[in-house]
């Protein structure tokens, strides 16, 4: 299979037939593949193998190791994002954009701390992007191979090893466990403020910090709701069975705008939810409203606990649906006027 041979580009540094190819498809930016070959005159074999990319590094995944070879800001090393447009305000900030891992980040015995050096000190949203950023960084698992080095690491196979019949098994399976079935494509949109995109990897991890959460680590407390005052808090019940939260979707829902979402747990929400860009308003629409009913529903929650200030199921679905199409009008996807009326006629919610 063709894909035996990006894995060998990965993996055989030292081999001449690598050298070769390296040579002559040469890609500044990663160590780890050559550049996308495009339809020469004639039909190259390397150009058909360097078809395969995106079902290669659908499986594949670069373990930091020492992060010598992975660019802090520009590669893909973690949960399918590139930090720079996920968090672009600090990534425009810092001195050496193209800083690797491993002047990023230093070990403290089982600490990893980060150090950004920045041309200028943070405010407002900047630096609340910054301790997103932080936020982040810190929930990521970091396997402690410090010392190791850089290596690709092929995931359906417990070794970590390619082999063909591995590839095979995944492609006849229907659902893919662990890192590879995370759905970066549904939680990191351009378009959506980063923050909102990270709340969304926190719910899809299960990181809310949520009453049931904190009682899980020793604190003592009653867990109640706060938006229904009826049953105990946890990340689902606040997101999906909550009367409030379906209250929301009613109001959102009452005009020609349907969003069914048939399961019932978070995790498989996300998963099922739009991610391809789509062309008209109301499927732009339908392509960030989840994430914006999700984070207005989660301030609105933050906002009773404390700040003790309550707003209604139409005002979170005002906030929500308005914000989401702000975030379109602001990527010119849609033009103002249009977006605002569609809003008003669909929503019925102007
Ligand atoms: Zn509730």
């Not at 390397?46 to 010598?68: M, R």
């Amino acid at each position: 299979m063709l894909s035996k041979w990006l894995w060998r580009f990965a993996t055989e540094r030292d081999s001449w037939w690598r050298k070769l190819i390296d040579i002559k498809y040469h890609n500044p930016s990663s160590v780890w593949q050559t550049e996308k070959v495009r339809r020469g005159f004639s039909q190259s074999v390397w150009a058909n193998i360097t078809k395969e990319h995106e079902l290669f590094w659908k499986f594949a995944s670069i373990d930091p190791g020492n992060g010598t070879m992975i660019s802090f800001w520009h590669d893909v090393w973690n949960q399918g994002m590139v930090l720079s447009s996920a968090f672009p305000r600090v990534a425009a900030a810092v001195v050496d954009s193209e800083a690797r891992l491993s002047d990023v980040a230093s070990l403290n015995g089982e600490l990893v701390s980060w150090s950004f050096n920045l041309k200028y000190n943070l405010r407002g949203g900047a630096e609340r992007e910054r301790v997103e950023l932080l936020n982040f960084l810190n929930n990521i698992p970091m396997n402690n191979n410090a010392l190791s080095p850089c290596r690709i690491v092929w995931n359906p196979d417990p070794n970590s090893k390619f082999s063909v019949s591995s590839l095979y098994r995944m492609l006849v399976q229907e659902t893919l466990p662990g890192v590879i079935d995370f759905p970066s494509k549904q939680i990191w949109k351009k378009l959506i403020p980063s923050k909102v995109c990270f709340f969304m990897w926190l719910v899809y991890h299960n990181k809310l910090i949520t009453v049931d959460s904190l009682k899980k680590r020793g604190w003592s407390m009653a867990n109640r709701c706060c938006l229904c005052c009826k049953n105990e808090e946890n990340i689902n019940h606040l997101l999906v069975e909550c009367e409030f939260v379906k209250e929301v979707w009613r109001i959102i829902n009452r005009g020609r705008l349907v969003l069914s979402y048939q399961d019932r747990e978070v995790k498989l929400i996300i998963k099922h939810s739009p991610h391809s860009k789509p062309g008209n308003v109301g499927d732009w629409f339908t392509y960030c409203i989840l994430h914006a009913v999700w984070w207005f529903v989660w301030l609105e929650r933050n906002q009773r606990v404390f700040e003790e200030k309550k707003s209604t199921a139409i005002g979170v679905a005002r906030r929500a649906a308005r914000n989401a199409m702000e975030w379109l009008v602001s990527h010119g996807h849609i033009d103002k006027t249009q977006g605002l009326t569609w809003l008003q006629e669909s929503l019925l919610i102007g």
